[in-house]
């Protein structure tokens, strides 16, 4: 069996990946490209997108390391090796909570350029200043254009979304810092900046109108992720030993990794593209886990759950959307999409005319942010919900109708009371969430059929289960309207794996306002 690619498991240093012989999914003709047409750029990305390898990919570059590029694209594009003094800055990896430890930090960095050219600090916590001497001091000590890459410039306004005092401060100290990147242009080769938002360029970058935003540019729509020619062309090894262990066929594991980690389009004319993390973790370990959210549930998803009321069914089902919509400043959003596209929870799935389809990626993403919902909309007891839904799940896979609806009624009046969520939207959406999160079902919600929509259906391997919901309404006129409307006509030829017919139940379910759970349901079964 030829051998497998050791792949770079959390490892964003470009020299340590080439050094350790890692696998490296070759970039570097976009790199080039980008290097030799504009001179300022920003790029924003999801998390754990393979920003801070590209970043690291330049700051070699730019350093004349044409060792570390042997055997990739850039060795035979690049026939001029020059070293530029590089000024690589990243803000990840700290929490920025209050102004002092921004300080510390911009301290610490600076201090460390500073001691590098000889440079005593004269001016404090003036950034600005400091950044500007060190710049012009590189370039005349080296007679070369110094280059500036900045990775997730957003960290510290990120970590303050719910302090907007504190926000505005860092926003302001940042705008310091920038200046001199647009005073100094006549100097500088190079400036590259990364992150997951994109805050307005006024509030950020002062006077730096000058900045190429390649975010959504179909040129460069592959530079971070793997794109789906480069999976199905370069890891075949890695995909049939996915396969053989997870006892599928090559094809089926071609469609499964499809399923959980493609979907991603960054423009319109975006190839498909893999989440990077998910995809080399889901090889290495030959497994088809949800890596992406098994680091945790992001501060930003958690804030923005707080602080918006979102329907989850439209990320689910996909909905229109102009760029104007997604592709915005996150602090003058209205409302979650913006941030949700930006930080890779949504994505672009069709383009016409002007209007774009945006919706989940794929069923990792889909299964850890409905999963993330739940809390909010049901109990925050992560482990009573998930108990609750293992049951739920096990009901309905068995056709147990009265435990499952039981279990429902049970978990219901467990929520805490909350005077502006007793609505039918409410209680809809908690069941909703509840069948979506049974992942081996197919859930549909207001299905259009001949003679209306209905509310919800959930299709099991041996069952197909309508149901119909009423707020202080009677359980017997919800099924009776899935009766008289006939939705579950179009269900009729639904079969079981051995062929015969499935069963299909309809489910009529009233809410009650008072106990604040089911009040009472009715159903019946056709075969």
């Known amino acids: 069996m030829q051998e497998l690619k050791r792949f770079p498991i959390g490892v964003q240093d470009f020299e340590r990946l080439r050094n350790d012989g890692k696998y490296y999914v070759d970039k570097t003709d976009l790199v080039y490209k980008m290097t030799h047409t504009d001179d300022y750029y920003f790029l924003s990305r999801p998390r754990r997108f393979g920003k801070s390898l590209l970043v690291s990919t330049l700051k070699c570059y730019f350093e004349g390391r044409k060792d570390l590029f042997t055997g990739l694209a850039m060795e035979k594009l690049e026939t001029e090796w020059k070293k530029y003094p590089v000024f690589k800055i990243s803000f990840a990896g700290t929490k920025f909570t209050d102004l002092q430890t921004f300080n510390i930090y911009m301290n610490y960095i600076l201090s460390e350029f500073e001691a590098g050219y000889g440079i005593k600090n004269e001016n404090g916590n003036e950034w600005g200043a400091r950044f500007s001497k060190l710049l012009t001091t590189a370039h005349a000590k080296n007679g070369m254009q110094p280059v500036v890459l900045v990775d997730e410039y957003d960290a510290p306004l990120l970590d303050s979304m719910d302090n907007p005092e504190l926000q505005n401060t860092l926003k302001q100290e940042m705008r310091k810092f920038f200046s001199p990147l647009k005073d100094l242009g006549g100097i500088i080769r190079f400036v590259f900046l990364t992150g997951i938002s994109k ?47 997870q006892k599928l066929t090559y094809e089926e594991a071609c469609e499964a990794l499809k399923e959980q980690y493609d979907g991603y389009h960054f423009s319109q004319n975006s190839p498909d593209v893999y989440n990077p993390f998910s995809l080399i973790n889901a090889l290495a370990d030959k497994s088809l886990s949800n890596y992406w959210f098994a680091t945790g549930t992001p501060t930003i998803l958690t804030k923005l759950i707080s602080k918006y009321d979102m329907d989850p069914k439209d990320f689910d089902e996909g909905f229109p959307a102009t760029q104007e919509m997604f592709d915005a400043p996150t602090e003058t959003a209205t409302d979650a999409i913006p941030m949700l596209y930006q930080s890779g929870y949504i994505t672009i799935k069709g383009y016409d005319d002007g209007f774009y389809t945006l919706q989940f990626p794929n069923n990792e993403v889909r299964f850890g942010f409905l999963k993330s919902l739940m809390p909010y909309y049901a109990t925050p007891l992560v482990s009573k919900n998930d108990t609750f839904l293992l049951k739920f799940t096990k009901a309905l896979r068995d056709e147990e109708l009265e435990q499952a609806l039981n279990l429902t009624r049970a978990f219901i009046s467990s929520v805490p009371y909350n005077a502006e969520k007793q609505t039918e939207a409410h209680y809809k959406t908690i069941f909703y969430l509840v069948a979506r999160l049974c992942t081996p079902f197919v859930v549909r919600t207001e299905e259009a059929s001949a003679a209306g929509r209905s509310d919800m259906v959930v299709e099991t391997k041996t069952a197909v289960y309508m149901f119909e919901f009423k707020l202080d309404g009677s359980a017997e006129e919800a099924l009776k309207q899935i009766s008289d409307k006939g939705y579950l006509i179009q269900y009729t030829a639904r079969t079981k794996d051995d062929g015969s017919a499935k069963m299909l139940y309809k489910i009529g379910i009233s809410f009650d306002t008072q106990t604040r759970t089911i009040g009472e349901w009715k159903w019946s079964k056709d075969s």
């Open 199 to 245: 805050f307005s360029q006024l509030s950020i970058f002062s006077e730096l109108n000058n900045l190429k935003v390649i975010t959504m540019n179909d040129d460069y729509a592959a530079i971070c992720g793997i794109t789906e020619e480069e999976l199905f062309t370069q890891m075949k090894p890695e995909i049939q030993a996915l396969a053989e262990k």
